[in-house]
């Protein structure tokens, strides 16, 4: 089993980009998944998660702007990003889990065990 970004590449500031996480060898309504980011120099920050029921978690730097969603059909989860700034420049990787999730710890890098390979986004002023 393993998960799998796409849809990274370069955007001018203030556009859009769709990243996309798809779920190999398990259904993604199976599990939670969440999206990370990682700037060089910067540690690894959790942006947003969505869990079994479909409860969604989002870190206030990019609450309003970001938007996770799944495709059950596609088993593969989604991240809208809008209004895009070039400090959200970074490699960004979706991770998942098929235990026991814990929501009050959505940030945890601990509780996903599939993590793909990461999708860079560069936003350019």
């Known amino acids: 089993a393993r998960v799998k970004e796409s849809g990274g590449g370069l955007v001018q500031s203030g556009g859009p980009l769709r990243l996309a996480c798809e779920a190999y060898?398990?259904?993604?309504?199976?599990?939670?998944i969440a999206w990370f980011r990682q700037a060089p120099g910067k540690e690894r920050e959790a942006l947003a998660s969505?869990?079994?029921?479909?409860?969604?978690y989002y870190a206030g730097s990019v609450q309003g702007r970001f938007t996770i969603t799944r495709d059950n059909a596609a088993s593969t989860d989604y991240l809208q990003m809008n209004s895009l700034e070039p400090d959200d420049t970074a490699n960004y990787y979706c991770a998942a889990t098929l235990l026991q999730f814990h929501g009050d710890r959505w940030t945890d890098q601990e509780q996903y065990y599939y993590w793909g390979q990461g999708t860079q986004v560069t936003v350019s002023s």
């Open positions: 969505i869990d079994r029921p479909g409860t969604r």
């Open positions: 060898g398990f259904r993604a309504e199976y599990s939670a």
